[in-house]
Every structure is written in structure tokens, then in C-alpha cells.
């Protein structure tokens, strides 16, 4: 079983920034992915950015404005959002995958977006 603890969610305005972190209970080198998915109010839960065996891929809605990122020392993977549009406004959930291919969701945090 592995745990999640996200944070950095908040109400920010357009325009402004907020940088997500995800700390896994295991280490992040034992892990093959991990991930950031959003969801909207009454929308599915789609995938913001994710880093899979080295490669990062990022939505077309987030290219240039957000960066997904790992720092091995302090076992943490961070989403940096800039440029939010209020479109941005929804959970964050952290998403981790073992090399066993078992997937696991952080509990989510809230990020909202104001004109």
C-alpha cells in the first residue's frame, strides 16, 4: 500500500500561480509513474501531466504553462501551474504507479481559479 500526501491547492487569480507536491510513503525511484490529473465540476478526471519512465507528458491544455517535476532528495513530485485560467478550477489528484503496474490516488486538493 502506498500513501499519498498532496498539497499546495488554494483559490488563486488568473494569471497567478500555485506549485502542487506530492509525497509518496514510498520511495520515488521505486516508482515507474507519476502524475497529476485534475477534475473538473461535473467533468470525467483527465490527466494534467504525468512522468513515465523518465518521459514527461503534459496535456495540450497545460503545455507551456504548467511543469511537472520530481526531486528524488526530498521523495516529492511537484505540479508548478502558472498562467491559471479559471478553466483550471478543480480536485488535483496525485497519481503513482508501481512497477507492478498497481496504481494509487493521493485524496486530492482543491485549486480554484477566480476572475
Known amino acids: 500500500q502506498v500513501q499519498l500526501v498532496e498539497s499546495g491547492g488554494g483559490l488563486v487569480q488568473t494569471g497567478g500561480s500555485l506549485r502542487l507536491s506530492c509525497a509518496p510513503s514510498?520511495?520515488?525511484?521505486?516508482?515507474?509513474?507519476m502524475g497529476w490529473y485534475r477534475q473538473a465540476p461535473g467533468k470525467q478526471r483527465e490527466l494534467v501531466a504525468v512522468?513515465?519512465?523518465?518521459?514527461?507528458a503534459i496535456a495540450d491544455s497545460a503545455k507551456g504553462r504548467f511543469t511537472i517535476s520530481r526531486d528524488n532528495a526530498a521523495n516529492t513530485v511537484y505540479l508548478q501551474m502558472n498562467s491559471l485560467k479559471v478553466e483550471d478550477t478543480g480536485v488535483y489528484y496525485c497519481?503513482?504507479?508501481?512497477?507492478?503496474?498497481?496504481?494509487?490516488w493521493g485524496q486530492g486538493t482543491q485549486v480554484t481559479v477566480s476572475s
Open positions: 512522468i513515465h519512465r523518465g518521459t514527461v
Open positions: 497519481n503513482v504507479q508501481t512497477r507492478l503496474g498497481q496504481p494509487y
Open positions: 514510498v520511495s520515488i525511484e521505486s516508482l515507474s509513474a
